[in-house]
Nanobody, 117 residues
Framework: QVQVVESGGGVVQAGGSLNLSCVLSGRIFRFNAMGWYRQAPGKQRDMVAQ???????NYADSVKGRFTISRDNAKNTVYLQMNSLRPEDTAVYYC???????????WGQGTQVTVSS
């Protein structure tokens, strides 16, 4: 059974940092690109960062230079280091594969990130 477990969220003041983790089981993790997504209240879910199997990364303009995505294939885990957090980063954060790929699957419960001003 496929499982996705995100963790590491919390409440932090603007300018602070958080490191999110996502463990995936039941998928061929090491053969697929992965992404972090976020959804703020009343807004659509958008991708904020993605990483290929070889470690190449891409970021949404809004987080470029502040967030870093990484992966540990041995642990089936993808990470999101978030620095210089802003109130507009407040959202539920999810991980998943990329749409249309074998790594794409069911959403997990996400992890809440709240940044206070």
């Amino acid at each position: 059974q496929v499982q996705v477990v995100e963790s590491g969220g919390g409440v932090v003041q603007a300018g602070g940092s958080l490191n999110l983790s996502c463990v995936l089981s039941g998928r061929i993790f090491r053969f697929n690109a992965m992404g972090w997504y976020r959804q703020a209240p009343g807004k659509q879910r958008d991708m904020v960062a993605q990483i290929t199997t070889s470690g190449n990364t891409n970021y949404a303009d809004s987080v470029k230079g502040r967030f870093t995505i990484s992966r540990d294939n041995a642990k089936n885990t993808v990470y999101l280091q978030m620095n210089s957090l802003r109130p507009e980063d407040t959202a539920v954060y999810y991980c998943n594969g990329l749409p249309g790929t074998a790594g794409w699957g069911s959403w997990g419960q996400g992890t809440q990130v709240t940044v206070s001003s």
